[in-house]
């Protein structure tokens, strides 16, 4: 059991007698409420820093998820663009029998694709090949 202690307290005489209508022991409600003004602040200031702590870890994981979207798009983007050059490639090496690497250089630049990425696809394919054209 808690060490009380009585003390004596100057309260106003109409709020002792509302209290002591609405509380069974008034004496029990004044130390609740000291608990709570002395106590309650750290509590409440734990709880804050905490929340901040909270945002901040999600601002950070809706970061790096943006970031991870965007790495999608760009590797969905690359794949779309690699298989527009190779359908390119085919219709060039159907005409002809073989392709320009120039050309082909060229083709890469324009849509943003690995120029060896393509150039080993070619040469798994058995697709011919030749510098200029």
Do not use: P
């Given at each position: 059991m808690p060490n009380k202690?009585?003390?004596q307290l100057t309260i106003d005489?109409?709020?002792l007698a509302a209290a002591k209508d609405k509380y069974p022991s008034v004496s029990h409600r004044v130390n609740?409420?000291?608990?709570?003004?002395?106590y309650g602040s750290d509590e409440k200031d734990e709880l804050?820093?905490?929340l901040h702590q909270l945002k901040l870890e999600e601002k950070s994981i809706t970061k790096r998820i943006c970031e991870l979207e965007k790495q999608e798009v760009v590797?969905?983007?690359?794949?779309s663009n690699v298989e527009a050059v190779m359908e390119w490639v085919k219709e060039i090496y159907l005409r002809n029998g073989f392709i320009g690497l120039?050309?082909?250089?060229k083709e890469c630049k324009r849509k943003s694709v690995s120029f060896?990425?393509?150039k080993q696809i070619l040469d798994n394919e058995g697709i011919a090949y030749?510098?200029?054209s």
């Open positions: 202690q009585r003390v005489c109409d709020i609740e409420l000291l608990a709570m003004d002395m804050v820093q905490r590797i969905k983007e690359s794949q120039n050309k082909l250089q060896e990425e393509v030749v510098n200029f």
